[in-house]
């Protein structure tokens, strides 16, 4: 088992070397993905458990890679890069060894947008197992610490979806999480961030297992209604907006899924990110959006003083971990800041996005205090 420390330092590493990807350069092909050439054992070396519940890439013949499918493939596939060197040079504290690169997401959307469905086309990519857990209003916090039953007699204790991937790793989707009252969703809150401690059947301190992605998988409601707990959503720093595609994707989907061949949209055969080192702007930056953000929901026009408490240094350094990824770093304050306030209210971060992100001297911050 790996130790626990509070030391925070951890190495920022951007390059990637050897024969896993040509120079600074990570280019996801289609015809590559349905080869399996991302299977993160192959390319890295993690052997999950349960290789039963990796979802079988024959699937990927059915998919229209979005882009949501290649920002979530991107992420995790730099994150865990990173996460297997450090355990390769020999780290041996788990807060190292995760570091900034544990990957909590939300993917929010109406119905039938393609949230399950690109998850589980993410994990066929890159091979991670995939298990389900879904809430309703009643879900008691025996949903994330495992549930006793008795059988011949004998109370015997089952390891659910939650606490079998903290501890295994892989991806948990939590579905419709938001139905679950707010106070109970606070049972995960040391779990999916330091300390990395699920309480398991209330006794049982579980680390969590440095592959294991936590995503939140929910339909964001119209009347404003606040469905998560402000605390339990700051922890989740990087969120993917699902929307209706557009007519030609739709027409794609359709001839794939009626067994018809199609062209689909060339630009979404494959996506490059170019990954890239962080400089002093990208850390000012990323501050400064982080006050503006804050100011702008305090102040006397908005007083969303609520909302405000849903963003702090951990969105922060998800935007960083972003533009190191290779996202533009206003795309990457899109995903951590303002998707963020888009899992409470889709207006209020529609108006952040134009006030704050939009107005903010983008061009002018990275070209007058560029530096190498
Ligand atoms: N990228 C895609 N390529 C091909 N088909 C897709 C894609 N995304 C979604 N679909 C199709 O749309 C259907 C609905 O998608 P999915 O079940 O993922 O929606 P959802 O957002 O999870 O909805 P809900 O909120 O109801 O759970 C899928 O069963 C699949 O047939
Ligand atoms: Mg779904």
Known sequence: MVKCSNKGAFELDHSFSGQNTKGEKVTFTKEKMINGDYDLGKLFGIDFKNKECIPDRSILKEVTFTKNIYL???????????????????????????????????????????????LRAICAVLGIPMRVEAFSGDSGTDKFLGISSIAHGEIRFNWTAVPVTHRDGGVIALEEINQMKTDRQMALSQAVVSPFILEVDNYMDTYRNPYTIYVNLFNVGTEGSKPFNEAYLNRFSTTYVFEKDDRETIIAKLHQKLGYPT??????????????????????????????????????????????????????????VEIQNGIEPKDAAVLTFVNTLACIDLELAAEVKEEVIDIFPWEYRYNSEKEQ
Do not use: C, W
């Open 72 to 118: 979530g493939l991107n992420k995790i596939f730099q994150s865990f890069y990173r996460i297997s060197k450090r355990q390769k040079q020999g780290v041996s504290e788990l807060e190292e060894i995760i570091g900034p690169d544990y990957v909590n997401m939300n993917f929010i959307g109406e119905p039938g947008t393609g949230k399950s469905f690109s």
């Open 263 to 320: 062209e689909t949209p060339k630009h979404l055969d494959s996506f490059t990110f170019k990954p890239r080192k962080l400089i002093k702007t990208d850390f000012e930056v990323a501050v400064d959006i982080l006050d503006n953000v804050k100011n702008y929901l305090n102040g006397d026009m908005v007083a969303r003083n609520d909302e405000a408490k849903t963003i702090s240094e951990r969105q922060s350094a998800n935007m960083l």
